[in-house]
């Protein structure tokens, strides 16, 4: 008894580690998918800037954030490998065991047909019973014979079931073999691709050291730039913590929204997708990540990111993350637009807009196109400036938007 729990176990163990692995590599191809959408709407991105000539300094940074993209495609693809090993390995398991269950099965049923065969006569069947020594004993052995009969029976459709699966398990195997080494040629022609990218982008990078004063200093007005939006966004935030702080009667607290029942409960569920929020764009790559980093042209100056950049294609549009109210429509001294959606106690930015949709008061859902980001011509590409704040508090968006 203690032999067949043990391997009921057993065999609740390998199949939930294998829907496990199973999972994971499909959240896995799912990444890889984007991570490859990405890189070619970052190429798209770089040949139109290569064909203006305008700006090598713009094209290195593009091919900075392709290259990224490229390492990341690689590391998705070895941990695809990683999962798809170990499941490999959960199946071989399954298969080895459903061999020695084979074998057990077929040497207990050849016992029984020898068994069966040197009592074949019906003769023998029959003085087997007649030979009892009242009715009760005849009944009994009656009910044996025709239980051993059904028993046999049941280990024939037994070994046909374990076959079948044995079969089953090996055509898994015979397929994930087949996808290894695709994986294996496919991560090998990635990292070649990788390598030829970055000699590219080393002779790019000395052909522009002698502008080297002239990068820092637009890497510096830049970033004055996106501090007085971000300030400007902030200031917003904190009126409008307190416009919504004092319609409820609460005009102490000046850094935290106090939210009616309806507030919180879409903070909640803002914050249940953490991690599974669409892209703010439809199509697009990911060209500045969150947080601090060095410069991808000089690297000895330090940025600080508040949120993050997505690039895309001309005419491309914003859209909501997630269903909300916007909160407010700020114009900047370019004439581009900042569209601030409230989530709850949760915001979302999208800066950059050239032409406006929505209104302040107006009710978003998810996916809700909120504007037209604003498409540079120098630059041959739209770049959306996403961030995610609760209350003040700035968040990494990259943790919040699925693959991303």
Known sequence: MLKYIILFFALITVTTSFGQEEERQRRLEEQKARLQE???????????????????????????????????????????????????????????????????????????????????????????????????????????????????????????????????????LAVQKKEKEKLIAESEQEKKALEIERQEQQKLLKSIKKDKNKIIADIRKKQKEARAIERQIERLIREAIAAANRKSGNTTNT??????????????????????????????????????????????????????????????????????????????PNGTATIMVRHGDYTTTYSNISKVYVNKGSKVTTKQVLGEIFYNQSAGRSVLKFLIYQNITKLNPQVWIINM
């Open 38 to 172: 990405e890189i070619r709407e970052q190429e798209k991105l770089l040949q139109t800037q290569r064909k203006k000539e305008k700006s090598v300094v713009k094209v290195v940074e593009q091919q900075n954030v392709k290259i990224g993209l490229q390492q990341k495609l690689i590391r998705t693809t070895e941990k695809q490998k990683k999962v798809l090993g170990n499941s490999m390995y959960i199946n071989q398991l399954e298969v080895n065991k459903l061999k020695k269950e084979l074998i057990l099965l077929k040497e207990d049923y050849a016992k029984n047909i020898v068994k069966s065969y040197k009592s074949r006569s019906e003769q023998s069947k029959a003085m087997f019973i007649l030979s009892s020594d009242n009715f009760l004993q005849a009944y009994k052995r009656f009910q044996y014979m025709k239980q051993y009969s059904s028993f046999r029976k049941v280990q024939g459709e037994q070994i046909k079931e374990k076959t079948k699966q044995l079969e089953l398990y090996n055509n898994k």
């Open 255 to 332: 850094t935290t929204f106090v939210l009616t029942p309806e507030a919180k409960e879409l903070a909640n569920d803002f914050k249940a997708n953490r991690g599974r929020l669409p892209w703010p764009v439809e199509k697009g790559a990911l060209t500045k990540r969150f947080g601090r980093q060095p410069h991808p042209l000089e690297p000895s100056i330090m940025i600080e990111s508040s949120g993050i950049e997505v690039s895309s294609e001309r005419g491309a549009k914003a859209r909501a993350v997630f269903n909300g109210e916007v909160s407010d429509v700020q114009m900047a």
